[in-house]
Structures are given as structure tokens and as C-alpha cells.
Nanobody
Framework: QVQLTESGGDSVEAGGSLRLSCKLS????????VAWFRQAPGNQREGLAA????????EYASSVQGRFTMTRDDSATTVWLQMGRLKSEDTAVYYC????????????????????????WGQGTQVTVSS
């Protein structure tokens, strides 16, 4: 099973930027999706961005559209989440994830999706934004 490892979390001031990385232990194939989620204390896990390894533009949650950008490297073993204009409400533990349900949605003609039903998760990285 592939393993995911996030890094790059830090404490930043509001208005600042941060780039998170997610390292995959192996190439998972073009017909798969990788997504970023976050979870703040007391809140449900929130989908932020998802990317289909085989190509196409990422999809974003409205809460981060225009501020966050998801990209991947050519080998598709590292994905990044570039975060800008950070706000205090962006404080959370950030996770990357992959899984077959997202792949099924994508292969069925839908997007990967931002539902938290991905089955393989990293351990998370903490982002704290101070105002």
C-alpha cells in the first residue's frame, strides 16, 4: 500500500504564505486522485483540493479557491499545496490522501471530489496562522 507523508507545516502570520508537500512512497498510476484536506479542532475534515494524476486542472473548495494552488512533480510522487493570503481560520492539521473511491468517481466521468472518503491518509502537518 502506498504511504503518504506530509511536511511543510509551520506557524505564520495572517496574510502570509506556506507550501505544503506530500510525498508518496511510490507512483500510484495515472488513473488515481490525490487530494488535500484539513481538520481544525472540533470541525469535520474539509476537502480543499484534488488532482487527477492523469492530467487536467485541480478542483478546489470555494473556501480556498484563488488562494491555494495544488500541483505535482513530473514523477507524480510529490504533490504540493501552495497556500497564500492565509487567514486565522486556515489553522488546522493538513492531510493528503488518495483512494479508490475517488478514482472510481473520476473514471465514471466525475471529478475526483473533495469528500473525505479517501482511504489512504498521511499523518498530517500542522499549520497555525496568527492574526
Amino acid at each position: 500500500q502506498v504511504q503518504l507523508t506530509e511536511s511543510g507545516g509551520d506557524s505564520v502570520e495572517a496574510g502570509g504564505s506556506l507550501r505544503l508537500s506530500c510525498k508518496l512512497s511510490r507512483f500510484i498510476g495515472a488513473d488515481n486522485c490525490v487530494a488535500w484536506f484539513r481538520q481544525a479542532p472540533g470541525n469535520q475534515r474539509e476537502g480543499l483540493a484534488a488532482l487527477y494524476i492523469g492530467g487536467g486542472n485541480p478542483e478546489y473548495a470555494s473556501s480556498v479557491q484563488g488562494r491555494f494552488t495544488m500541483t505535482r512533480d513530473d514523477s507524480a510522487t510529490t504533490v504540493w499545496l501552495q497556500m497564500g493570503r492565509l487567514k486565522s481560520e486556515d489553522t488546522a492539521v493538513y492531510y493528503c490522501a488518495t483512494g479508490s473511491r475517488a478514482t472510481y468517481r473520476r473514471m465514471s466521468g466525475y471529478t475526483c471530489g473533495l469528500l473525505p472518503d479517501y482511504t489512504i491518509w498521511g499523518q498530517g502537518t500542522q499549520v497555525t496562522v496568527s492574526s
